[in-house]
């Protein structure tokens, strides 16, 4: 395995991992937390440096399913970032309250990126 391969699984894998903390711990508190917040930023960091690194690893970007996914589920997971950052900021308590109810569809649409990625790398070994 190419070593860019690599970074790319291990980043996406950390990211998946920190997403999925951050939407059921979320769901369970129904409130959204500073550690949250903190670990979405980290999740999202890992996130885009493993779609910098498999972009690097193509010769010609093929939109299938996987990579339309992968790049809506990337800006989703943004949008959220900052949404849930400004809710923290400014007090919206309505909005650190139900937080989980838009979380968790954008994590679902990101998790079939990830799935529809492994199927993929699967078939490529």
Known sequence: MKPIILVSVISITT?????T?????????KLLTTAQIILLWLGLAADALATRMMGLSVEVTTWDLHTISG???LALMAGLAVAGTWA??????ALLTSFHRFAIPIWIIWVVSYVTGVVIGIQRV
Do not use: E
């Open 15 to 19: 990211a998946l991992v920190l997403y």
């Open 21 to 29: 903390i951050v939407v059921w711990r979320n769901w369970q508190l």
């Open 71 to 73: 790049y809506a589920g």
């Open 88 to 93: 923290k900021w400014s007090g919206r308590q």
